[in-house]
């Protein structure tokens, strides 16, 4: 719901700016003197923001596809060296089968449902 209320005031927002510069000749003015100065910094803005852009996108949906595409029919786990008589530690979530984090040496959290395990 905040999502969509900043949408609708970004919107408005950019519907204002819009308005003001067609009537307002001061902020055409100035706007072009602004402009005209920084002719080489805008593209260049507009490209690093754009990468940046890209590169957290492609991060993101590679981190997405590897949490969520990691699903595993039963639970995998993983012993200690030569301690064949230990419990062993849990590899997936029992719950929604997703790969857990290791937060400290003796905690786990499931990547997509947040619950704790401990060793």
Avoid at 40 to 61: C, K, N
Wanted: glycine share 6%; net charge positive.
């Amino acid at each position: 719901m905040v999502i969509g209320v900043q949408s609708a005031l970004n919107i408005f927002l950019a519907m204002w700016l819009y308005n003001e510069y067609v009537h307002n000749r001061f902020m055409q003015d100035y706007l072009a003197s602004t402009f005209s100065t920084v002719s080489f910094a805008l593209p260049v803005g507009l490209l690093a923001s754009a990468v940046i852009a890209g590169g957290s996108f492609t991060a993101y949906s590679r981190r997405h596809r590897t949490t969520v595409g990691h699903t595993s029919p039963s639970l995998k786990t993983e012993a200690f060296a030569g301690s064949e008589e230990k419990l062993a530690i849990p590899d997936s979530c029992p719950f929604c089968s997703v790969r857990l984090k290791n937060i400290s040496e003796n905690r786990f959290q499931c990547r997509k449902c947040r619950r704790y395990f401990k060793k």
